[in-house]
């Protein structure tokens, strides 16, 4: 018997609906639970075959519990080596080099110092930092975000230096950045599943947040089916090279190109009563599916994680080839 466990908190809706949709139509032999855990031993498999993961970036135990969990061969969903590591400046460079539209984006460090360093800890960081050449680059107004997090926490709208300088006083110790806003005419988030399952999704976030998804396209006909076709080619480039296996990326369309906006959301909405019927449905039935394929496919005991073509690539560039491991010859 394969187990396949959902590892949640608040949620009510999505989990329930998960566990109910794979058991119905998984094979026999697999079965899915809410995961129970009442006890965690270093080195020790967990009893499931794949762990959905839903909660982990709040809580440092489960955090733990899943990274030793996958370890020992259980496929957890999605990485948490990888989730541990990943941050949203890191996401837009890499989209860069992947030729995927972003915002210009430059990278802030924290107003206050972090805890347990002094003034001598950042000899190496030119004070003040080239604020004409950062302006320039990124124009006014702009968006002032934490470079890692997300839920729309701590996220300013600055329209002038004077402005972001009053902000940035309430961030603390965040590391922030500073991106141009793009004006968009229309916004699409998109679901991505197993690196392949892709549910493009019309999206306000200007909305109160239940009324973000009711909203339609403003492109239309030919010029809409283009743009479906580029978004889900982009879609699937950022989440092959970061490895997620349930992520949603969002995009805002200027002038007809889109804007990749942020794409480092491993543990998505999807309450019925944020995300509609539609595509609550979709979710539910195709997160089912991703979970019942990676049950059949995992071996107890392998690396059953999904590492993304960033880390792939690499790992095989590193590996010495047969020549370079042979020992240079001693002479005598």
Same mark, same amino acid.
């Given at each position: 018997?394969?187990?396949?466990?959902?590892?949640?908190?608040?949620?009510?809706?999505?989990?329930? =609906?998960?566990? !109910?949709?794979?058991?119905?139509?998984?094979?026999?032999?697999?079965?899915?639970?809410?995961?129970?855990?009442?006890?965690?031993?270093?080195?020790?498999?967990?009893?499931?075959?794949?762990?959905?993961?839903?909660?982990?970036?709040?809580?440092?135990?489960?955090?733990?519990?899943?990274?030793?969990?996958?370890?020992?061969?259980?496929?957890?969903?999605?990485?948490?080596?990888?989730?541990? =590591?990943?941050?949203?400046?890191?996401?837009?460079?890499?989209?860069?080099?992947? /030729?995927?539209?972003?915002?210009?984006?430059?990278?802030?460090?924290?107003?206050?110092?972090?805890?347990?360093?002094?003034?001598?800890?950042?000899?190496?960081?030119?004070?003040? %930092?080239?604020?004409?050449?950062?302006?320039?680059?990124?124009?006014?107004?702009?968006?002032?975000?934490?470079?890692?997090?997300?839920?729309?926490?701590?996220?300013?709208?600055?329209?002038?230096?004077?402005?972001?300088?009053?902000?940035?006083?309430?961030?603390?110790?965040?590391?922030? %950045?500073?991106? !141009?806003?793009?004006?968009?005419?229309?916004?699409?988030?998109?679901?991505?599943?197993?690196?392949?399952?892709?549910?493009?999704?019309?999206?306000?976030?200007?909305?109160?947040?239940?009324?973000?998804?009711?909203?339609?396209?403003?492109?239309?006909?030919? !010029?809409?089916?283009?743009?479906?076709?580029?978004?889900?080619?982009?879609?699937?480039? %950022?989440?092959?090279? %970061?490895?997620?296996?349930?992520?949603?990326?969002?995009?805002?369309?200027?002038? /007809?190109?889109?804007?990749?906006?942020?794409?480092?959301?491993?543990?998505?909405? =999807?309450?019925?009563?944020?995300?509609?019927?539609?595509?609550?449905?979709?979710?539910?039935?195709?997160?089912?599916?991703?979970?019942? !394929?990676?049950?059949?496919?995992?071996?107890? /005991?392998?690396?059953?994680?999904?590492?993304?073509?960033?880390?792939?690539? =690499?790992?095989?560039?590193?590996?010495?080839?047969?020549?370079?491991?042979?020992?240079?010859?001693?002479?005598?």
């Amino acid at each position: 018997m394969k187990k396949i466990g959902i590892l949640f908190g608040m949620e009510d809706t999505f989990p329930w =609906a998960f566990i !109910e949709q794979v058991n119905k139509t998984a094979p026999k032999g697999i079965i899915a639970e809410a995961v129970q855990i009442d006890k965690v031993e270093q080195g020790v498999p967990t009893d499931y075959a794949v762990i959905i993961d839903r909660i982990s970036q709040d809580v440092p135990f489960y955090r733990a519990y899943l990274k030793n969990a996958a370890l020992c061969g259980t496929a957890v969903i999605n990485n948490p080596f990888w989730w541990s =590591a990943d941050e949203k400046f890191f996401n837009n460079c890499l989209a860069v080099k992947l /030729g995927v539209p972003v915002p210009k984006t430059v990278l802030l460090p924290s107003r206050e110092r972090p805890t347990d360093t002094t003034e001598k800890s950042f000899r190496n960081l030119v004070n003040p %930092l080239d604020w004409g050449y950062i302006f320039n680059q990124i124009g006014f107004p702009a968006y002032m975000k934490p470079h890692a997090g997300g839920g729309w926490k701590s996220v300013y709208r600055v329209d002038n230096p004077d402005d972001l300088w009053q902000k940035h006083a309430e961030t603390g110790q965040l590391v922030m %950045l500073l991106q !141009e806003e793009i004006q968009f005419t229309d916004y699409y988030r998109c679901y991505c599943l197993n690196g392949k399952y892709v549910h493009i999704m019309p999206y306000e976030p200007r909305n109160p947040h239940h009324l973000r998804y009711a909203t339609q396209p403003k492109t239309q006909g030919e !010029e809409h089916k283009k743009l479906m076709a580029t978004i889900t080619d982009y879609v699937l480039k %950022l989440n092959h090279a %970061l490895g997620y296996d349930f992520n949603t990326v969002e995009f805002a369309i200027r002038d /007809g190109i889109p804007y990749a906006i942020d794409f480092c959301n491993p543990a998505p909405d =999807a309450d019925i009563h944020s995300v509609g019927q539609t595509n609550y449905d979709w979710i539910v039935e195709n997160a089912a599916k991703m979970a019942i !394929e990676r049950a059949i496919a995992q071996k107890d /005991g392998k690396d059953n994680c999904t590492w993304g073509t960033f880390v792939g690539n =690499a790992a095989v560039a590193n590996i010495p080839t047969a020549s370079e491991k042979k020992a240079p010859t001693k002479k005598k």
